[in-house]
């Protein structure tokens, strides 16, 4: 069954520092989500997309953050310069249609020293 | 406001027992698709099914079952005769076709089965 396939699975960095977290999507799906999720608190919304632009973000989701799918394929999100607390655990999702359940890949673990 | 508003933060039960997740939704849409998920501990987001407002046809699937309810706004989980495996946390999730396909979750249920 097809899936969607994230990394790396877990990354370090420092404070300020960029990083690119980077997803494949199921082939045939249409939308496509970044959630992030603090260690044991709830799944966050950051940002979704569809036909090659950003529908929907978050205030979470502020001008250090962007995402690019560049070339039909791979979807990636950038934290141009991270925080202590953009460590949490970064899902990418898909969904192949309006209605459609996301199905999300197995998540990157950020951690910011 | 919340959308989707899952009240129990956690529930404890003995292997054998019957238990019900609770999720309670908001929505002025007539035509939304309502999830639910879980993340047992190693800590990947499963898919577990997928209701549209149009069929309040309750589903079982082996040990679980749905109970939708539009009267009430209330997607409910039932597992029957928990085992171990079952512990994780449970995620009830909203989308409104008039939205986009954006998806409002629940802030989760955690789950303890004890052997």
């Known amino acids: 069954e097809p899936e969607v396939t994230q990394t790396p699975s877990h990354q370090v960095t420092q404070m300020g520092q960029e990083v690119i977290l980077r997803c494949v999507p199921i082939s045939n799906h249409l939308y496509f989500y970044w959630y992030r999720q603090i260690l044991g608190q709830k799944v966050e919304f950051l940002v979704s997309?569809?036909?090659?632009?950003?529908?929907?973000k978050s205030e979470i989701f502020d001008d250090q953050f962007s995402v690019e799918r560049p070339d039909g394929s791979n979807f990636t999100l950038k934290i141009r310069s991270t925080k202590l607390e953009d460590s949490a655990m970064y899902f990418c999702?898909?969904?192949?249609?309006?209605?459609?359940?996301?199905?999300f890949g197995n998540g990157t673990r950020l951690t910011v020293t | 406001a919340q959308k989707v508003t899952q009240a129990q933060t956690e529930i404890s039960v003995v292997e054998k027992e019957d238990v019900t997740l609770d999720c309670v939704y908001e929505?002025?849409?007539?035509?939304?698709?309502l999830f639910w998920y879980k993340q047992p501990p190693s800590g990947e987001l499963v898919f577990l099914i997928r209701r549209n407002s149009f069929d309040e046809q309750n589903e079982i699937s082996g040990r679980y079952s749905w109970n939708f309810q539009k009267s009430t706004s209330s997607f409910n989980f039932t597992i029957t005769a928990s085992q171990v495996v079952d512990s994780a946390v449970y995620f009830c999730?909203?989308?409104?076709?008039?939205?986009?396909?954006?998806?409002?979750f629940g802030t989760g249920t955690s789950l303890t089965v004890i052997p």
């Open positions: 929505t002025r849409d007539t035509t939304y698709y």
């Open positions: 997309f569809y036909n090659n632009e950003i529908s929907e």
């Open positions: 999702a898909s969904s192949e249609r309006q209605g459609s359940p996301l199905h």
């Open positions: 999730a909203l989308s409104e076709a008039g939205t986009g396909n954006q998806f409002y």
